[in-house]
């Protein structure tokens, strides 16, 4: 078959050398071809010769060889009956040695369960508190504790097991106390550094006049980026610096929850600053209200006493304050009867009423104004929320309520500037209208004086 191939590629040779040899326009003659070709038969039965005379002669080599194979063979398959039989015979020991072995265990077994669940138990709570900062080595050995009363092979010790009752008591001694201890803190910056930290319980641990948090996936303590308002912050220096007695202080029996939901809380100056552009137009109409109030009600109080003081010396007016202006045009008028000095008189105070009532339409405009700022912030608001809701879904309940508490930031920032705006109107209007009520009184008594007078006269 070799033969027959390389026969096929050399005539396939030759004839494109043939080919070849005809596009070059060179010639051949077929003596030559024949030659060639000649040559070739006589190599290749040269050579099937030498392979088959190679074959015949190692072929009582190979016979030996498969002999001795299978002899290897038969030797194994006898090994491998002997140990299937050895195996069963080992399977029954296994058994009856494990029977036995459950047998002497009796009631032990129930209580390795037990230690096996309440190490595991521990194992999760240990992790997850605080005062595995300062005790990280009993992890490693709940862990191959529970190891040990799961497998069959491997049974605890009793120091063992008087370590675990020991760690137990340990957390729970450790809940009630106060202990100052130095420990990696990991700072608000990012940079890990030596610290000295107090935990209270296992409840918070605080540092200086900041609060940390305990991340169980790396084991350290924290910084929070954000802290507690200073009415929480403030009493921290008090317990570390303390030694004996009682001190108040902010702590989350949750262990971390309240305190993370506390500092994502906004303050006051964030919540006014979700008011956006809205709310800073409110507070302004609110300080410009106030110091309008201000203003007015000591001017006020200011014209009033000038008032008073007027009364006491009614015969002598003085034209610094409206009465001893009005009281001066009654003196003016003495000659006059009794209709034009009512006239005169009535002229004078309707001169000194707008003094009184000066900035009292502001006021009023900014208390119905600001309302119906607040309203319009709370209305854009809402549209913004409810455009987000469109975007992203109603999914998360977080997303919907966090916008519409923005958006309701202006109602109440309207309504904290108009309702006192309301009672500053009401208090100056009420100061103006009593000065103008007294220029009425004295006018009034005024004329009935000349009244009286005229008619005794008579």
């Known amino acids: 078959m070799i033969s027959m191939i390389k026969k096929i590629g050399l005539a396939s040779g030759l004839m494109l050398a043939f080919t070849l040899s005809a596009q070059a326009a ?9 030659a060639s070709v000649k040559t070739g038969r006589v190599t290749d039965a040269a050579e099937n010769k030498a392979r088959l005379d190679e074959f015949r002669a190692n072929r009582s080599q190979q016979t030996r060889l498969l002999n001795a194979e299978k002899a290897e063979q038969k030797r194994q398959e006898e090994a491998s009956a002997r140990m299937e039989k050895q195996f069963e015979v080992n399977d029954v020991k296994i058994i009856d040695l494990e029977r036995a072995f459950q ?9 390795f369960g037990v230690l096996q669940q309440a190490s595991g138990d521990a194992r999760g709570n240990f992790e997850a508190s605080i005062t595995n900062v300062q005790y990280p080595d009993r992890n490693e050995f709940l862990l191959d504790f529970a190891k040990k009363m799961g497998q069959s092979n491997r049974l605890a010790s009793m120091e063992e097991i008087e370590r675990l009752w020991f760690e137990l008591q340990r957390e729970m001694t450790e809940t009630g106390k106060v202990t100052t201890f130095t420990t990696q803190v990991v700072n608000a910056s990012g940079e890990e550094q030596q610290q000295e930290v107090t935990r209270i319980g296992a409840f918070n641990v605080v540092t200086g006049d900041k609060y940390l948090e305990y991340v169980p996936e790396t084991g350290r303590l924290v910084e929070l980026q ?12 008090d317990l570390t610096s303390a030694t004996t007695g009682q001190h108040p202080i902010g702590l989350d029996p949750t262990r971390g929850q309240l305190l993370g939901l506390l500092v994502q809380s906004p303050s006051l100056m964030e919540r006014i600053a979700q008011g956006k552009t809205v709310g800073y137009v409110i507070i302004s109409l609110g300080i410009v209200g106030v110091l309008i109030a201000i203003w007015r009600v000591l ?3 200011a014209v009033g006493g000038k008032v008073r003081r007027q009364i006491k010396n009614i015969d002598q007016p003085n034209e610094n304050n409206p009465l001893g202006r009005v009281l001066k045009t009654a003196q003016d008028s003495a000659g006059a009867d009794i209709e034009t000095i009512e006239l005169k008189l009535g002229e004078a105070i309707l001169r000194e009423t707008p003094k009184f009532n000066s900035m009292l339409p502001l006021l009023k405009i900014i208390s ?3 309302p119906l700022l607040g309203l319009l912030g709370t209305v854009t ?10 975007l992203y879904g109603a999914g998360d309940p977080k997303l919907m309520a966090g916008g519409i508490s923005t958006a309701l930031v202006t109602t109440v920032l309207g309504l904290c500037v108009a309702i006192p705006t309301v009672f500053l109107h009401t208090l100056v209007s009420s100061r103006a209208r009593r000065l103008t009520q007294i220029l009425q009184e004295e006018a009034a008594g005024m004329l009935a004086e000349r009244a009286e007078g005229g008619k005794s006269a008579g």
């Open 26 to 34: 060179t010639t051949v003659s077929l003596d030559e071809l024949l």
């Open 103 to 111: 047998e002497r265990l009796g009631g032990l077994k129930e209580l």
């Open 226 to 237: 954000r802290q507690p308002p200073t009415r929480y912050t403030s009493r921290i220096e």
């Open 299 to 301: 001017a006020l109080s």
């Open 368 to 370: 119905v104004v600001a």
């Open 381 to 390: 608001g809402m549209i913004v929320t409810f455009q987000a809701i469109t």
